[in-house]
């Protein structure tokens, strides 16, 4: 499946915005949907991911401000990412996970990797 992540852009500190990640190819079935990002010089880190039952997960740093929503009938994934911080500055990524069920934690638990999408918060 082929993933396209979308979205990103440039706010201040406190805005939101909105990613999508887009499949085509074939639709996200029973497998959960993970966004991951990286900052410079870091290494990629989990944000979310919600399993095709709905069940999410979320990185402490990003609780209560993030929101991953998924629609099965357009095989889409948002994120909504709101109250924005400095250190939310990275590529986020979106993929799909190896294995069906669950969510996971691992980036090495995902393929089909989207291309990034580029988030800068300005402070």
């Known amino acids: 499946v082929q993933l396209q992540a979308s979205g990103g852009g440039l706010v201040q500190t406190g805005g939101s915005l909105r990613l999508s990640c887009a499949a085509s190819?074939?639709?996200?079935?029973?497998?959960?949907v993970g966004w991951f990002r990286q900052a410079p010089g870091k290494e990629r880190e989990f944000v979310t991911a919600?399993?095709?039952?709905?069940?999410?997960s979320y990185a402490d740093s990003v609780k209560g401000r993030f929101t991953i929503s998924r629609d099965n009938a357009k095989n889409t994934v948002f994120l909504q990412m709101n109250s924005l911080k400095p250190e939310d500055t990275a590529v986020y990524y979106c993929?799909?996970?190896?294995?069906?069920?669950?969510?996971?934690?691992?980036?090495?638990?995902?393929?089909?990797w989207g291309q990034g999408t580029q988030v800068t918060v300005s402070s």
């Open positions: 919600i399993s095709w039952i709905y069940m999410t």
């Open positions: 993929a799909l996970a190896r294995y069906s069920g669950g969510v996971y934690y691992n980036p090495d638990d995902y393929q089909d």
């Open positions: 190819g074939r639709t996200f079935g029973s497998y959960a």
